[in-house]
């Protein structure tokens, strides 16, 4: 967990550095979410294991930020789309490479092959190959 803590606090100095101050680790998981066709309220709600008034108040933040954007669903008025803007997009684009790089240099430090056999056995330890967007709410179990 450490070095998990770690790696995300470089990733947001990184993005602070970048012209991405505001974003934080709950930012992402929210960003992946909402996916590159957009979600409703509901979905996403559903996607972070949190409650439609919960995904609504982040996406209200994260609008307010100019990350993501609210509008009519093309193929059915009656819903209300929440997409990524163009900021959103980069900034997750932005964060992809700067993880990249952060393992590139643990494995200048430690070895490819030794980063590639951890990977390997975290992987090995997992229940699945997807990634879990619900962590928010798992964090805030007691």
């Known amino acids: 967990m450490r070095a998990f803590q770690e790696l995300i ?3 947001h100095v990184r993005l ?3 012209g991405f101050p505001d974003v934080r ?3 992402g998981f ?3 979410a909402v996916g590159p066709h957009g ?3 509901v979905e996403l709600g559903r996607a972070l294991g949190v409650s439609k008034q919960a995904a609504g108040k982040t996406v209200a933040g994260l609008e307010a930020q100019g990350y993501l954007e609210r509008g009519t669903d093309p193929s059915d008025t ?5 997409r990524m803007t163009p900021r959103g997009h980069a900034v997750l684009t932005r964060s992809a490479a700067v993880l990249d790089e952060l393992r590139a240099r643990w494995a200048d430090e430690l070895g490819e092959q030794r980063v590639r056999d951890l990977e390997d056995a975290l ?3 997992t229940s699945g190959p997807s990634l879990r967007l619900d962590t ?3 964090f805030g179990r007691g």
């Open 136 to 138: 928010p709410a798992w």
């Open 30 to 32: 929210v960003l992946q």
């Open 78 to 82: 009656r819903r209300k789309l929440v």
């Open 39 to 41: 979600t409703t309220a």
């Open 25 to 27: 680790p709950t930012h």
């Open 9 to 11: 606090d470089e990733l």
């Open 123 to 125: 992987a090995a330890m």
């Open 16 to 18: 602070a550095d970048d």
